[in-house]
């Protein structure tokens, strides 16, 4: 949305801030420049900020920073661009977060998040018997045992 009117050169908002500090009223002063009284309280305000003496309020710099920040996210709406993960999620590593913390969180809003599917994706997936790797992958460390109990036992 476009500005009514534009803004106040900084020069001019400078010399009706010297004349607050002095002890003049915003009010007073917004009668006589044609300028509210609020536009002058902020002035002073960002005045103070920029000389340190406010931490409530942001300095010029500050503001141009967030002003980029802002752009920035503009550009790419709906993407996290990696700030919350990177890449695909594997789907096993999905489903084991699930369970994991189904206790505390219900699965369909944890599925709905990581975008996963609840019904054919995580409940078939509980339901789904060990597949022919992962039950020799669970045989493997005591076949490994025997190995070397034969080899190295006196």
Known sequence: MPKSRPP??????????????????????????????????????????EAGKREDVLTSTEREELRKLRREIRQHPGKSDGLVRTGDLDPRQGFEFVKANRAAYRVATMCRVLG?????????????????????????????????RCHFSP
Request: with cysteine.
């Open 116 to 148: 996963l599917s609840t019904s054919g994706g995580f409940y078939a997936w509980i339901d789904r018997a060990p597949s022919a790797r992962a039950q020799s992958d669970a045989k493997l460390p005591d076949e490994i045992k025997d190995v070397h």
């Open 8 to 49: 106040y050169p900084p020069e001019y908002w400078r010399k009706i801030v010297a004349l607050v500090r002095p002890g003049r009223s915003p009010n007073g002063l917004a009668i006589e420049f044609e300028c509210s009284a609020q536009t002058i309280r902020n002035w002073v305000a960002q005045a103070e900020a």
